[in-house]
């Protein structure tokens, strides 16, 4: 099925859930005039429908394969991926000094956005190596910066994050892979990792994996690790990509979904002869892959967006097309499904929530460029809302792909209607870079109790002066009164109600974004655009709104009934 490019929605959203305008008055971000931005939003949209979206269920059907000597992918990727490379897509939003094109964030994210729509699984390539991008940015050395960066930034060469490992998941500090001193002052890299997303594949010249290990003496937990930069093909003195660096894929995964990205298992140092190089200093592993992981966070989240979008397009052609029954309210011949009220409400609900994630990951991204541009406050803002754009975004994701097959009937069951594959894609999304219970977990956290909740009372106070709906003003009290429950409660009963909680404030967010967008929509020059918008927003602000009020009871509940039951009972039958 072809989808179009969801360009009218990312516009508004990049105006006013990102603030696009407001970024382009700085110097750094003042190429990103309105001209432009439509000239990428309309380029890129363009390409994915092209090039990307017809390989899409070749990358289901078929998917990455492992062979003795490699990943390999379909036929087509290699060339649809090298022809992102030769449009510049992968530049929109690195660094100018090694070669991209200096765009916003929030713009990439836009980017991405519509890759992913098109090709979910494709484009978790592109996703991890603007994380590699980051790390490389704030902790390489110069040297690695001007050897790497440079193809990084065009995508020329993918990145991959190297965490996990068989026993050592969400534990990072159980990792046991070990870095030994080299010559000329690199490292000898051995260990295995695990789930590694595009650890390999035939589409680029090289892949730059960044992966944890411990060096020799080095504590115990999260302080003794070290982050390396371990590339598949040690490079030649020029800088080219030269002989294999003994890394091997020992198998990729066999998943539900995802299958046109090979998640590898990969051994690094079978012959004792994988060579990496150390970024930044010895113990600071964590500090460097956390900025990789928080940009990744929030392009999880993304991905909440992109699957949601293609799953809701979908459904509404499905709707649109099938006919059965006439309507119960007016007796006749039999109309097409989207003319009965339950598929209406499921229609409207993906179509709300589709917004409402896309208007919180939008609004995170553009707080990564406040923050870029070092404006007060933004750093903080970021830190507390990536769990949200995380968590609730891959949340709505996984629901909105739900109700696509609901729509469907018993056709969405059946795979070639390609409904089932939406939610096959998205299941994963609440798991993979923290699953959404340690996002909850750090928001009632970190996020609040480190700070004793001011960051999040300065956002519920900003959402207070703008807030008109009742329903959204009593959903911000009901929040705020948990979070002040929250700041009193022990660490158990705190996490307890931590899911419920960020469920809470992550609509509230998505709500009062909205509404600043419903009321934006008087100066807008698409009259069908304005109705539809408005539509979903009342039926959000109505409706999910409404519902989240109800959490608050779950989210007080502690943690005294989560322990009435040992390990054991749980098991009796």
Known sequence: MDLTPATAEQRFALTHAAGIEGL???????????DMLDAILDG??????????????????????????????????????????????????????????????????????????????FALAPTLTVGAVEALVHHGSPEQQA????????????????LTEPQAGSDVGALATRAEPAEGGNWRITGTKIYISFGDHDMADNIVHLVLARTPGAPKGTRGISLFLVPKYRL????????????????????????????????????????????????????????????????????????????TQRAIAYARDRVQSARASAPGAPVAIIEHPDVRRMLLRMTAQTMAARALVYYAAGQVDRATL?????????????PLAKAHGTDIGCEVASLGIQVHGGMGYIEETGAAQHFRDARITPIY????????????????????????????AEMAGEVGHAALADLLGDTRAVARWMLEADTDDRLAGSYPFLTMVSTTVCGWLLERQSRALDDHGDPDFAVRKRAAVAFYLDRIVAEARGLGMAAMAGAAGLYTLTAEQFAAR
């Not at 490699?70 to 022809?83: E, F, I, K, L």
């Not at 050897?147 to 190297?162: F, I, Q, S, V």
């Open 24 to 34: 382009a008055q700085s110097e750094r971000f003042a190429e990103a005039t309105p």
């Open 44 to 121: 890129i949209g363009q390409f994915a429908a092209g090039e990307w979206r017809p390989l899409d269920r070749a990358g289901d059907s078929v998917g990455a394969r492992w062979t003795p000597q490699g990943v390999v992918m379909p036929d087509g990727y290699r060339a649809a991926y090298q022809a992102y490379v030769a449009g510049g897509w992968g530049t929109i939003g690195s660094p100018v000094d090694h070669g991209g094109q200096g765009m916003p964030f929030a713009v990439a994210t836009a980017v991405l956005e519509t890759l992913g729509t098109a090709n979910m699984g």
């Open 147 to 162: 050897r790497y960066l440079p193809h990084l930034a065009t995508g020329a060469w993918t990145g991959t994050m190297n």
């Open 236 to 311: 030649n003195a020029d800088g080219t990509p030269g002989e294999p660096n003994d890394i091997r894929v020992v198998s990729i995964e066999h998943k539900m979904g995802l299958h046109a990205s090979p998640t590898c298992v990969l051994s690094f140092g079978d012959s004792g002869d994988c060579i990496g190089e150390l970024i930044g200093g010895e113990g600071g592993g964590m500090r460097a892959m956390f900025t990789m992981m928080n940009n990744a966070r929030l392009n999880v989240g993304l991905q909440g967006v992109q699957v949601a979008e293609a799953a």
């Open 374 to 386: 070092g404006m007060a406050g933004a750093k903080a803002r970021l830190d507390l809302v990536t």
């Open 433 to 460: 870079e923290g699953t959404n219970g340690i996002q909850a977990a750090d928001l009632v956290g970190r996020k609040l109790v480190g700070d004793g909740g001011a960051g999040l009372e300065a956002l519920f």
